[in-house]
């Protein structure tokens, strides 16, 4: 973290609040579109202030172990769950299947014309267990173990929904692909 | 061509949503409305026996001026509404670090804002008693009603987290 | 924590005879009135006792006793209070103030070295939870009402010490404390309907009363025996209740900080943030509630009904002994414990919804005293009472 960086944390740590100002400048645009693929545009804003304040309250739990973006980050996101729960989703499944482990866990190889925008709208149209825990992967760049941690799923439930997640994925961008042929 | 998706998300670009208008104004005001005044860790214990030493002070003052035919060696080292504030001062250092603990464990949006709506009533019943003290510095009840007050603040944000620490604790039959 | 305060407090109760207590007048005046007058008494900074009058009159009769103090002490004292009682158009209005705050009982000290404390034992003790008789909540509220602690002043004096010229301690002659003890005592009779604004007020209604009251207190304390009127209304924000039965009315409670009822009779009640112990829930009592600590400890024997809506709340739950009865909790996230070991977890339901949590049917043997409803979101209930087998449905 750069040296001015580190003086303005270390000011809001002391309940500077134009230092606090300053941050929130910095990171609200960025943690705002993080929100905003969790939550519609006005809970997003309030979602991404709330976590800021939190963030805030919390500083001193804050180390130099990360960085201050993706710190913030794990707090609004965290925050945006949290939101989404009480919005009743659902994410543990209540049948574990077995399913068969055979298929290569890795395989996110799509055709090369596929662009981010189709593959955001067909995450959009995934079932909502599955969403959450492919955008995590897939757009914020978690491992499973963190992904448990976010939702509070057991680790191997996060790997089924991702597992289905991404065959569903497959399944409408085949489609998608295969439509825009004709 | 096969293409892993998993790069396209490498990068974090803007998906072009812009905040509304006045969003920052707004972040401001929430900001605060919930920053404290002070922290620092404070042993309850000492609190109460500053209490009694103020009490107590104030208990000579009362005699240094009501006697006015002896003779008084002053021992009062300064007078008792600076030690009233230097208490308060601490009371309410410690109250807002029980707040910020407070709203970080609480989920629940209605029970925050009642809890706000409570400690800004009893803040409010302070200012009002501590005009009192103003007027009636060497009474012991008003400066008991002042502790109270603080101590009772204090108190129900403690009681609340307990309160939510017992019901978030999984244990099931 | 309760200790320091009670110490502070007791500065203010002790007691001593003495015969050359100087008692000064400060208001006196009385009101023949008829059953139809009303009456507000606006009580600042006051402390009054109110009895039943029983000549048709309403009689206010305010002294202070001196003890130990000078003649210009007195006479500054006098000088901060402010009474008058007018009588118009049927209707008598009470207006009584003071500068400085008047209690029960006050001490000064004559220190001229200072007053030290010299005391280590300021012990919080926990009292373990049993159930109490509703006779013990009554002997509890009329010994704290009436400030009677016992040897007082040893109490006093075990704790404090003053201060000799060589920075030693000795102890404090009992002959060197001033005493000012505030007498109001107002008369009222029994069909006098009444209205009492309250702020920084100590009110004690020594009798029973059913009177029509109307009282606000905001802090202070307002203690009674009997308040049996069914259109009752009282407001008490920051300050304490204790009274020895509750019939009729509609109270409200906010910040109630050690609240002892004896018994609840067709009641209803909406609190917040206080802490109540209650010695017998008799008929027809309701509770709505936000994060309370309540004390159930004993049911009337023909109860009929018992209804709590709670948030955020610790109920404290004593069962019916003796007779039957049924109970019926619904509601959401709420922790019900049995002892130490045994707990009943109500999770958060994903939709927040109320769902029945526990139904005890009655048993059909005995006779039947009532239904206990719980509607009880957020809230820990402590059972005590270690046969209970819940069956849920």
Redesign the interface.
């Known amino acids: 973290m750069s040296k001015t960086h580190s003086i303005l944390i270390n000011r809001c740590k002391k309940?500077d609040?134009k230092a606090?100002?300053q941050i929130?400048?910095m990171y609200?645009?960025?943690m705002?579109?993080i929100s905003?693929r969790y939550l519609n545009?006005e809970d997003?804003?309030d979602a991404m202030?709330?976590s800021?304040?939190?963030a805030?309250?919390?500083l001193n739990s804050f180390t130099e172990d990360f960085t201050f973006g993706s710190w913030l980050k794990r707090i609004v996101i965290n925050h945006c769950i949290?939101e989404l729960k009480k919005k009743?989703l659902?994410f543990v499944e209540s049948e574990i299947t077995n399913l068969s482990i055979e298929d290569n866990e890795n395989d996110?190889?799509?055709?090369?014309?596929?662009t981010?925008q189709q593959?955001?709208d067909a995450i959009g149209k995934l079932p909502s267990k599955h969403q959450i825990v492919v955008k995590l992967y897939?757009?914020e760049?978690y491992d499973h173990e963190e992904i448990s941690n976010i939702i509070d799923i057991p680790i191997k439930t996060s790997r089924t929904h991702l597992r289905r997640g991404r065959i569903q994925l497959q399944e409408l961008l085949k489609t998608h692909y295969n439509e825009a042929r004709y | 061509m096969k293409q892993d998706i998993r790069d396209l998300f490498k990068d974090d670009e803007a998906s072009g949503k812009q905040l509304p208008e006045n969003h920052r104004q707004e972040f401001y005001d929430q900001l605060k409305a919930s920053r404290p005044r002070r922290t620092s860790k404070l042993n309850t214990n000492y609190l109460f026996k500053v209490a009694v030493m103020v009490v107590l002070f104030m208990g000579l003052a009362l005699i240094v001026f009501t006697t006015t035919d002896k003779v008084i060696e002053v021992i009062v080292e300064s007078p008792i509404e600076t030690q009233i504030d230097a208490l308060e001062q601490q009371y309410l250092a410690n109250i807002d670090e029980e707040w910020q603990n407070f709203i970080s464990v609480a989920n629940d949006e209605k029970l925050v804002n009642r809890y706000r709506d409570k400690l800004d009533d009893l803040d409010n019943d302070y200012q009002e008693v501590s005009k009192q003290f103003k007027a009636d510095n060497n009474n012991i009840l008003v400066i008991e009603t002042l502790v109270d007050n603080l101590k009772t603040r204090l108190q129900l944000l403690k009681d609340i987290q307990e309160h939510i620490n017992l019901l978030n604790q999984k244990r099931t039959l | 924590m309760k200790r320091l305060t009670f110490k502070i407090y007791v500065l203010m109760l002790i007691t001593s005879g003495s015969i050359f207590a100087q008692k000064k007048p400060v208001y006196s005046q009385s009101f023949s009135i008829d059953k139809n007058t009303t009456a507000i008494f606006n009580l600042e900074n006051t402390t009054v006792s109110i009895e039943e009058s029983t000549d048709g009159k309403v009689h206010f009769d305010y002294s202070l006793e001196f003890d130990g103090y000078s003649k210009k002490e007195i006479e500054e004292q006098l000088g901060e209070v402010q009474v008058k009682a007018t009588k118009f158009e049927n209707h008598i209005t009470l207006v009584s103030n003071s500068v400085s705050k008047i209690s029960d009982v006050t001490y000064a000290y004559d220190a001229p070295n200072g007053l030290v404390l010299d005391f280590d034992g300021f012990q919080t003790w926990n009292d373990s939870i049993v159930r109490k008789s509703r006779d013990s909540i009554i002997k509890e509220i009329r010994y704290n009402a009436f400030g009677k602690i016992n040897a007082p002043f040893k109490y006093f004096g075990d704790r404090f010490k003053t201060m000799k010229e060589n920075g030693k301690l000795k102890d404090i002659k009992r002959s060197d404390i001033k005493i000012l003890r505030s007498k109001f005592h107002i008369k009222i009779p029994p069909y006098l309907k009444l209205k009492i604004n309250g702020k920084d007020a100590q009110i004690t209604m020594r009798d029973d009363s059913m009177n029509e009251l109307s009282v606000v207190l905001k802090r202070g304390y307002f203690y009674a025996k009997q308040l049996i009127n069914e259109y009752n209304s009282f407001k008490i924000e920051n300050a304490n209740l204790r009274a020895e039965g509750i019939v009729g009315g509609i109270y409200n409670f906010n910040n109630i900080s050690k609240g002892l009822i004896g018994s609840l009779q067709n009641v209803k009640i909406t609190s917040e943030f206080s802490k109540i112990q209650i010695g017998e829930l008799k008929e027809n009592v309701s509770i709505a509630d936000f994060n309370s600590e309540y004390f159930f400890y004993n049911w009337g024997i023909d109860f009929k009904r018992f209804d709590l809506f709670s948030e955020y709340s610790k109920i404290h739950l004593f069962y019916p002994q003796d007779n039957d009865y049924s109970m019926k909790v619904m509601g959401n996230n709420t922790k019900i414990m049995y002892g130490k070991d045994l707990e009943i977890n109500m999770q958060p339901t994903s939709k927040g919804v109320k769902y029945n949590m526990i139904e005890m049917k009655q048993k059909g043997e005995g006779h039947f005293s009532g239904a206990i409803n719980f509607d009880i979101i957020h809230g820990i209930i402590y059972n005590y009472n270690d046969t209970f087998k819940p069956s849920k449905n």
């Open positions: 309940g609040e606090m100002m929130y400048d609200c645009d960025a705002y579109q905003c545009e997003a804003k202030q709330e800021f304040i939190k805030f309250n919390k949290d009743r659902e996110w190889n799509f055709d090369a014309a596929i981010k593959v955001f897939l757009i760049g």
